[in-house]
């Protein structure tokens, strides 16, 4: 090969390489700008706060969980009445976290990943598998699983993503008498 050949080839495989960082860097950048960002205060639980905002940012890259701001998922701290959502739309809620739950053994980050789990548009699933996060008290005290699986990641990421529009608006508790 000629140097004049094996330095065409060169250039056009830098520019298609180049073509290709700029396009996954476009399209990453586009991801970014298009998920939706959801503020979140914890007054109670903020260690749990942190880490279920992560674990929710991570797993949906359509919403991103951030601390501070206007916060329309506030998070507080109660004994007695159980671990609970009042959801008020899409992003939004009001959750109490029970420390009577955690004085009876349940893991307190599964607690408030899952009552997060509302503000974000997920309704409970009390079958008793650790697996389901919106299974909630319901797989019992030896559960400490704080991620969503697969279904429920991909619900909000959906969810969040425009395609179906929603507002929760009932009570929910993390039910751990029924066990």
Known sequence: MSLRKFAATVAVAVAATGALTATATSASAE??????????SASAYSGQADQAAQIWSSRSP?????RGGNATIRILGTSGGGSRAYPCGLGCATIYIDSQDIARGHNALRIVT????????????????CSYLMSGGSAGTSCTNPYPNAQE???????FAGRVATTVGRS????????
């Open 31 to 40: 991801a970014n700008v298009l998920a939706r960002t959801v503020y979140y």
């Open 62 to 66: 359509n919403v991103r969980l951030v």
């Open 114 to 129: 899952h009552e997060i789990g509302h503000g974000l548009g997920l309704p409970d699933n009390y079958n008793g598998v």
């Open 153 to 159: 990641a991909a619900r909000v990421n959906q969810l």
């Open 172 to 179: 929910d508790v993390y039910d751990t008498a029924n066990r």
